[in-house]
């Protein structure tokens, strides 16, 4: 089956005849999108027992609504795993570590999950072992949830914009009233602010957002002091910040450390009937000071950051091997003859991280990630999406049996 474009998902492949009931809407792009009618209410037919095709569930939009389960998620996983067919959960959020996030969502859901088939967006960060001995500063998430994650990776000295705020209270004078709040949970530095003494002085080797920041204000102000410190040293101003002579105007040009983001979104569907600012809302506000600050691009000036989570390939690389790995324990009793995964379905609600990574995503193994988009999230059923999907559904139970009768 070719794998590119979305005329790919025009009926030739779509074998079994129930569909032809004109649940399909052809739409002027070719891409296909499923009226809300269900037309096959039981399950659908058994697959093959050596499935090669596999599903990736994008989690906010898709199976919850923030804490909510939606109404067919449990239904659909239920179904996959009384067939054995492989899955994982693969999504852009995170603040916890994956084995309580699992927890959570087993609970939820009623579906038994565990970590080896579960991807968030600062998963892949755990890999990072050149950190993990040095200091590192995690921003984002409830409380210092995420400090802790981080620690679970394998992270030893690792610092939050709290412990600053609690240790410098000047640093920034907005979040003072929320200082009972930080004192819950932050600690002592691992070395004090002192411009004085710079060898002595606490300094920060990489920065990890991890998850949503809280504190947009605190956050922003003590990562833009990193990157304009002399090679991460707080308190610090490098004296090559502006200097036109280096590149990127002399910014970042004086061993400041990394700036990674774990996760893309600017918008997610939470509880709310209006889809939220995400990670990536507080990324573009920082990166609106930054310009502000050091002129931007008019000044040939950019932000320099990493960034992963959906669309970006590493984060598919990440979840494709994870993907593998768990569907070899799975099917392991037919081992002997298992046929290579061909497809993913890749099941998602915002056409920015879920449908533009499944659509581009190149699979070092040539399997083909075809992406479905559903109408319970961020998509709004009916619009035209910025990034055409391969199939557009209703909700995760329908993507479940288009993809089943289209594989059968
Ligand atoms: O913060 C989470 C949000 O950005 C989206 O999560 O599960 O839809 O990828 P998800
Ligand atoms: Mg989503």
Not at 111 to 127: E, G, R
Request: aromatic share 8%; proline share 9%.
């Amino acid at each position: 089956m070719s794998t590119v474009g979305c005329c790919v998902s025009t009926s030739p492949t779509i074998s079994s005849p129930p569909i032809s009931s004109a649940v399909l809407q052809n739409h002027s792009h070719g891409w296909h999108r499923m009226q809300p009618r269900r037309f096959l209410q039981s399950a659908p037919p058994r697959p093959s027992r050596r499935p090669e095709f596999a599903f990736a569930f994008d989690i906010d939009g898709v199976l919850v609504r923030s804490s909510d389960p939606l109404p067919r998620a449990q239904k659909a996983l239920r179904y996959l795993q009384s067939q054995r067919i492989p899955f994982i959960l693969l999504t852009n959020g995170g603040g916890k570590h994956e084995s309580e996030r699992v927890d959570d969502l087993s609970k939820k859901l009623e579906v038994p999950l565990d970590t080896s088939m579960f991807v968030q967006s600062h998963t892949p960060f755990a890999d990072l072992d050149e950190y993990k001995n040095r200091t590192i500063m995690v921003v984002g998430g409830d409380e210092d949830k995420c400090r802790r994650v981080a620690e679970r990776y394998g992270f030893k000295t690792v610092v939050t914009p709290g412990d600053i705020l609690m240790a410098y209270p000047d640093v920034w004078p907005f979040s003072q009233q929320l200082l009972p709040y930080y004192k819950t949970f932050s600690r002592p530095l691992p070395a004090p602010i002192d411009p004085t003494s710079p060898s002595t002085s606490l300094k920060i080797d990489a920065i990890f957002v991890y998850n949503d920041p809280r504190d947009w204000g605190l956050d922003t102000q003590v990562i833009k002091d990193v990157l304009l410190s002399h090679k991460g040293i707080m308190g610090t101003l490098s004296h090559k910040n502006g200097d036109a002579s280096r590149p990127n105007k002399g910014y970042q040009q004086d061993g400041q450390p990394p700036l990674y983001f774990s996760n893309p979104d600017l918008l997610w569907a939470a509880k709310y009937h209006l889809p939220r600012l995400g990670q990536g809302g507080f990324r573009e506000a920082l990166e609106g000071v930054w310009a502000a600050l050091t002129g931007g691009s008019k000044a040939g000036v950019s932000l320099q950051k990493i960034v992963i989570g959906k669309p970006h390939q590493p984060t598919y690389e990440f979840a494709e091997k994870r993907l593998l790995a768990h569907r070899k324990q799975l099917l392991a009793q037919q081992a002997a003859n298992l046929e290579p995964l061909k497809r993913v379905y890749m099941v998602g609600d915002n056409p920015e991280s879920d449908i533009l990574g499944g659509n581009s995503y190149k699979s070092p193994h040539g399997i083909d990630w075809i992406s479905v988009l559903v109408g319970t999230g961020v998509h709004v059923a009916g619009t035209t999406p910025n990034h055409i999907p391969r199939m557009e559904v209703g909700d995760v139970w329908d993507a479940v049996q288009w993809a089943v009768e289209r594989e059968e």
